[in-house]
T-cell receptor
Framework: SQKIEQNSEALNIQEGKTATLTCNYT??????LQWYRQDPGRGPVFLLL?????KEKRKERLKVTFDTTLKQSLFHITASQPADSATYLC??????????FGAGTRLFVKA | NAGVMQNPRHLVRRRGQEARLRCSPM?????VYWYRQLPEEGLKFMVY????????ESGMPKERFSAEFPKEGPSILRIQQVVRGDSAAYFC???????????FGPGTRLTVT
């Protein structure tokens, strides 16, 4: 069956360190993959999109990698800040109209 | 440019009543998605619409749920004869023509008593 897996355990890191979140998928061949941030009680906010022919994408302190052989995307936040504490969602689109979201990983950045 | 708007933000319905959730996409966006999110779970795709057309409703329950996006006015997600299991946060997202990223509204939290 088709699955997207994100670390269900929360990630706790110290301010200033790099946070790395993982998204693994099976039985998909996504045309692109997206990362969103969601704060409690609010809608997700789009962060980055990476296409199947791209290996890496950056935006300010954020970096996303996409390995279609491993079927994995890594999401990095460098120089993390307490304000980065949130749930981060991975989402796949296989070229059609449907977007499949992972359950998300909670990140806590301690000052 | 106003973001995606959803109303109401909170909706309480008794079992058997109807729930109507509204979504106004961002200006210039012609595509609307509806998702449902249960506590501690991910977003579940329900339906994708363009103006006056349902493009993909593969995530919609076959009974009691319907969606529309008329030529004028907001997109509506309608749930008839609500049951307790319909209690969830319902999010709407829009995307521009040719764009893949989605911009989400604040959600409507439906509680069925």
């Amino acid at each position: 069956s088709q699955k997207i897996e994100q670390n269900s355990e929360a990630l706790n890191i110290q301010e200033g360190k790099t946070a790395t979140l993982t998204c693994n998928y099976t039985n998909y061949s996504p045309a692109y993959l997206q990362w969103y941030r969601q704060d409690p009680g609010r809608g997700p906010v789009f962060l980055l999109l990476i296409r199947e022919n791209e290996k890496e994408k950056r935006k300010e302190r954020l970096k996303v990698t996409f390995d279609t052989t491993l079927k994995q995307s890594l999401f990095h936040i460098t120089a993390s800040q307490p304000a980065d504490s949130a749930t981060y969602l991975c989402a796949l689109n296989t070229g059609g109209f449907k977007t499949i979201f992972g359950a998300g990983t909670r990140l806590f950045v301690k000052a | 440019n106003a973001g995606v708007m959803q109303n109401p933000r909170h909706l309480v319905r008794r079992r058997g009543q109807e729930a109507r959730l509204r979504c106004s996409p961002m200006k210039g966006h012609s595509h609307v998605y509806w998702y449902r999110q249960l506590p501690e779970e991910g977003l579940k795709f329900m339906v994708y619409l363009q103006k006056e057309n349902i493009i993909d409703e593969s995530g919609m329950p076959k009974e009691r749920f319907s969606a529309e996006f008329p030529k004028e006015g907001p997109s509506i997600l309608r749930i008839q004869q609500v049951v307790r299991g319909d209690s969830a946060a319902y999010f709407c997202a829009s995307s521009p023509p040719g764009g893949d990223e989605q911009y989400f509204g604040p959600g409507t939290r439906l509680t069925v008593t």
